[in-house]
């Protein structure tokens, strides 16, 4: 089975801090991705990446940024974290071509 | 227009009933559609999966899909209060990320 894991369950951050959301999967998959889920709007696609060293954003890149170093490695890198942007952040990944996408257990940011 | 539309519910219905959940999505390139279901405080997982006009079974599950009338549902039978979660639809938009509407809620009383 595919396993994406998300290094942090609940994390707490203050307004201004670089906030680092990890994620690593284990079946070398080529793509990967971040969205973020909030109440009411569903899960909205922020960046994506379908390569080592490639990024696309997605619908909301604005106060993201992204790394992907290696192929099992998507880090999602909140530069100067805002109260908007409290919410439940979620990693995915999938094969190739192959759209069916496996979601990584999630990450609840508080930004205070 | 959102792309990816949804009834954002609580659909109720009784156990052993058939919900009926529906999805209707503005591209009509999309080639690719997916059900989602979703526990309280969980990851998404998938459940269904439709590339083709008509209906596709799986166990207590249908997917249709209308391509000229852009719309995607989900039929769940005999429902069971396990499936009380909230069931999201996702849509390809041709940029190799899923476009997702922002989910039914399901009540499955007993």
């Known amino acids: 089975d595919v396993k994406v894991t998300q290094s942090s369950r609940y994390l707490v951050k203050r307004t201004g801090e670089k906030v680092f959301l990890e994620c690593v999967q284990d079946m070398d998959h080529e793509n990967m991705f971040w969205y973020r889920q909030d109440p009411g709007l569903g899960l909205r696609l922020i960046y994506f990446s379908y390569d080592v060293k490639m990024k696309e954003k997605g619908d909301i890149p604005e106060g993201y940024s992204v790394s992907r170093e290696k192929k099992e490695r998507f880090s999602l890198i909140l530069e100067s974290a805002s109260t908007n942007q409290t919410s439940m952040y979620l990693c995915a990944s999938s094969g190739g071509d192959d759209e069916k996408l496996f979601f990584g257990s999630g990450t609840q940011l508080s930004v205070l | 227009q959102k792309e990816v539309e949804q009834n954002s519910g609580p659909l109720s219905v009784p156990e052993g009933a058939i919900a009926s959940l529906n999805c209707t999505y503005s591209?009509?390139?999309?080639?690719?559609f997916f059900w989602y279901r979703q526990y309280s405080g969980k990851s998404p997982e998938l459940i269904m999966f439709?590339?083709?006009?008509g209906d596709k079974e799986d166990g207590r599950f249908t997917a249709q899909l209308n391509k000229a009338s852009q719309y995607v549902s989900l039929l769940i039978r005999d429902s069971q209060p396990s499936d009380s979660a909230t069931y999201l639809c996702a849509v390809d938009t041709g940029r190799r990320a899923l476009t997702f509407g922002s989910g039914t809620r399901l009540q499955v009383q007993p």
């Open positions: 439709i590339y083709s006009n």
């Open positions: 591209d009509r390139g999309s080639q690719s």
